[in-house]
């Protein structure tokens, strides 16, 4: 793992292309209205049959402040009463989907994510706490892995303390930039010391883990005060740290269109700065996990990455992978088995489906045996940067290279290229391919020539 990534910028160049992040096989861009509240019910039913372990994810839509480079689904209010009216409807879709469930099934993940979770009142939190804990088997032993999304101007001591007392463990604090001039320009104004306090209340209150969010490519970043951003972050000691790649699509996107193209870093820069962060990173003791993210060696998806247990889903790389993901609240995902199914994504048809007492779901999609099998390959390069064949063969009845034949020149291509190491037996990603491992992935996406690549963030 020492040699985990070699920066090879011609390889950057030619594989730097547009594609899924992978946190499904097949994408989200594949859902439709098809797949609705009937293919829950029966696939929560087969659930309960096999008592499968659960993930839960509670989407919290709001945010007092807009951060203009953001691409979540969130709804922008200084009214802190529009909570009530939403944490109604949710507490429903917790009692609904929770009465197709077996009680004892115990939730061993739990996410908060936003939108801003700490938007909530203290009062409210414990009453969302209260009744997750009424509907679902929530461990009491802090054995679980519940984490929460923190952005430091909205959290205090006081809040920290309660999120403890509630049972999170982790937290994931959104940074960004320390550089004033590019918080001023993307209007998220947030200090190394309101940051550092969180930190700190987390440390003394014995949170398990601690998640750095970074992005690259904002506007009025330089390669120069990035690296200082990342060097103070490293003094910050987290155990994980995301290093995402801003996407600038004004067009799809609302808030984006506030940002002075202009401003932005040329391409040249980008690389520049993920290359130094690699390089700043992996320097101070930290292993690239893959897709963005770094984690200390002792960290659990560090461990897992060394044992080929680790695993990826709509909560990003997890060592849960075998639970079904439970999405809660608007635009919420769920994994249930074979089926991914979302609920809408607008707020005021979210709040009018549940008060009719039905659920939300608006579109999904049912794996069929083909996307199975594709689901495990990409899983296992996505996550291991190898892939055995005799595993896929046993698992799905086939023989690889006959069911992929017409896949294989591009695969000898990428070998030739020094992506891939490619023999009768594996794949697998070498050191040089590492940070194009999407690239590889998309060779085996049967759905990718149908969209548009502009849907898609690049590889880099």
């Not at 203290?122 to 802090?142: G, I, T, V, W, Y």
């Not at 809040?159 to 209007?187: C, H, K, Y």
């Not at 290279?401 to 020094?418: N, R, T």
């Amino acid at each position: 793992m020492l040699d985990a990534i070699r920066w090879d910028t011609d390889l950057i160049r030619r594989y730097d292309l547009a594609g899924p992040r992978y946190t499904s096989y097949p994408t989200a861009v594949q859902f439709s209205s098809q797949v609705g509240t009937f293919d829950l019910f029966h696939a929560l039913r087969d659930s309960r049959k096999a008592q499968r372990p659960l993930s839960l994810y509670v989407h919290v839509p709001f945010c007092a402040n807009i951060c203009y480079y953001c691409a979540c689904n969130k709804v922008i209010t200084k009214d802190r009463g529009r909570a009530q009216p939403y944490l109604q409807r949710l507490e429903q879709e917790i009692q609904l989907i929770a009465c197709h469930l077996d009680p004892t099934q115990k939730v061993e993940q739990l996410h908060f994510g936003g939108g801003t979770p700490t938007f909530l009142s203290h009062d409210e939190l414990r009453q969302l706490m209260a009744h997750l804990r009424k509907h679902f088997n929530l461990l009491d032993d802090d054995s679980g892995d519940y984490g929460i999304e923190i952005d430091p101007r909205e959290a205090d001591w006081s809040t920290m303390g309660l999120l403890r007392e509630l049972g999170f463990n982790r937290v994931s604090i959104g940074l960004q930039d320390l550089d004033p001039a590019v918080q001023r320009a993307v209007n998220r104004l947030q200090s190394l010391e309101e940051t550092r306090a969180v930190i700190d209340a987390a440390r003394t209150l014995q949170f398990r883990s601690i998640n750095i969010d970074l992005i690259y490519g904002l506007p009025r970043q330089t390669p120069e005060n990035f690296a200082r951003t990342v060097e103070e972050v490293i003094n910050l000691q987290p155990d994980r740290l995301s290093v995402f790649n801003y996407a600038h699509l004004p067009e799809r996107f609302m808030p984006q269109r506030r940002i002075n193209s202009n401003e932005l870093p040329t391409p040249a820069q980008k690389l520049e700065m993920l290359q130094r962060t690699i390089e700043q990173l992996t320097g101070a003791g930290y292993r690239y996990i893959g897709m963005d993210h770094f984690a200390l060696p002792d960290d659990e998806l560090a461990i897992a990455q060394e044992e080929s247990t680790l695993q990826r889903n709509f909560q990003g790389y997890t060592t849960h992978g075998h639970c079904d993901l439970i999405g809660l609240g608007v635009s919420a995902i769920s994994q249930i088995g074979d089926l991914y199914c979302q609920n809408s994504s607008d707020l005021t048809e979210y709040q009018n489906v549940l008060a009719t007492s039905q659920l939300a779901t608006s579109r999904g999609l049912l794996c069929n045996a083909d996307d199975r099998l594709r689901r495990a390959v990409i899983q296992q390069l996505i996550c291991n940067f190898s892939l055995e064949f005799s595993a896929i063969e046993q698992a799905f009845n086939i023989d690889f290279q006959g069911y992929f034949g017409d896949l294989w020149p591009q695969l000898q291509d990428m070998a030739k290229d020094g992506l891939i190491e490619l023999d009768r037996d594996r794949i697998t990603i070498l050191p040089a391919g590492r940070l194009l491992v999407r690239s590889v992935c998309m060779v085996f996406d049967a759905y990718l020539e149908q969209h548009s690549r502009q849907r898609f963030s690049r590889v880099i």
